[in-house]
């Protein structure tokens, strides 16, 4: 890996770390975001120098994101991992089905009979709040879908 | 401390797996989830027995949760304890995670635009990727602005009359 590739990894590993993902997460899609083609878990443990193991459960998650797409090859049983095409466009649909489910959550918590008003008043604000952020990605969604 | 009830334990757990799906620890959406409902700090013995986890292991994540923003201490007088509630502003405070989130990724991308020897394959996925984050991050600004001008104040925290 040239230095300047070597320095995104480590960036993309700090990144997801400050989000809360492990480190090797990030390094795993900055490594593939450079590759034009895909490569397998082997090829991932070994330019970042790390175990396959590591690499396998991380490559797994980004893959749940929507970041990376897994592929096979007749006759290999190997699996190969390239970063999504329209990766942005699933991870916000992906963004958009865990927002509803908050807000699902939370209009359950606003029908409860037992909440204090304080908590209900504070649920309602957040919940017109959330719906707000809502329509935006869903606008943005649209948007990105249309260019496609 | 609000009692749990069997429903509020049901939005607790909810909101540990909805973090989760975001790539989160589960007990941070649980600490948020609880303290969501209560309308008194609570301290990190509340919290650990409340979610029936540990000390250190509630203490690590509402760590977490108070440099998101989400959640901050508050002090009571004679007590040595640190003390956790929600912020008031919640949903901008999230909406600026996933803004700065956004940020720094595009950050990131900027100096690959220059680096000659990248394949073209791979140059143009990162200028349309930097171009995604720049819409995204557009449309999601204007909306904080509207956020943050249209909250109105929010009710003084109880901790502050303890």
């Known amino acids: 890996m040239d230095p300047a590739a070597r320095r995104l990894v480590e960036q993309m590993g700090l990144l997801t770390e ?3 993902l492990p480190r090797i997460a990030g390094r795993i899609f900055g490594y593939l975001l450079l590759e034009p083609e895909e490569r397998s878990l082997d090829e991932i443990a070994e330019s970042l120098g790390v175990s396959r193991a590591s690499v ?3 490559a797994r998650r980004l893959t749940q994101v929507g970041l990376l797409e897994r592929r096979s090859r007749p006759g290999d049983r190997r699996d190969y991992y390239v ?3 329209s990766g942005f466009r699933r991870v916000i649909e992906q963004r958009i089905r865990s927002m509803r489910q908050f807000h699902e959550l939370l209009i359950a918590a606003r029908e409860l009979p037992s909440l204090s008003p304080e908590v209900r008043a504070r649920i309602a604000v957040w919940d017109s709040a959330h719906e707000d952020v809502l329509v935006a990605f869903t606008t943005v969604l649209e948007r990105l879908r249309s260019q496609e | 401390m609000t009692e749990t009830t069997p429903w509020a334990a ?3 757990e909810t909101m540990g797996l909805l973090w989760e799906g975001e790539g989160l620890p589960r007990i941070a959406g649980r600490i948020f989830g609880f303290l969501s409902l209560q309308t008194e700090p609570c301290s990190l013995d509340d919290l650990a027995l409340a979610l029936g ?3 250190a292991s509630v203490s690590t994540d509402a760590r977490r949760l108070e440099g998101l923003g989400l959640i901050h201490r508050v002090g009571v007088p004679a007590d040595r304890r640190d003390y956790y509630t929600v912020v008031p502003d919640v949903p901008a405070r999230m909406l600026a995670i996933k803004i700065e989130q956004l940020q720094r990724f595009e950050t990131a991308l900027a100096p690959l635009i220059e680096a000659p020897e990248l394949p073209a394959v791979v140059k143009a996925r990162i200028m349309e ?6 819409r995204i991050m557009s449309t999601l600004r204007e909306l904080l602005i509207e956020l943050r001008q249209g909250a109105t104040p929010p009710p003084q925290p109880a901790t502050t009359t303890i």
């Open chain 1, 56 to 58: 396998s459960t991380d």
């Open chain 2, 53 to 55: 986890v540990s000390k």
């Open chain 1, 18 to 20: 400050a989000d809360g």
């Open chain 2, 10 to 12: 049901t939005f607790v």
């Open chain 2, 129 to 134: 990727s930097r171009l995604t984050h720049k």
């Open chain 1, 83 to 85: 970063v999504a095409p």
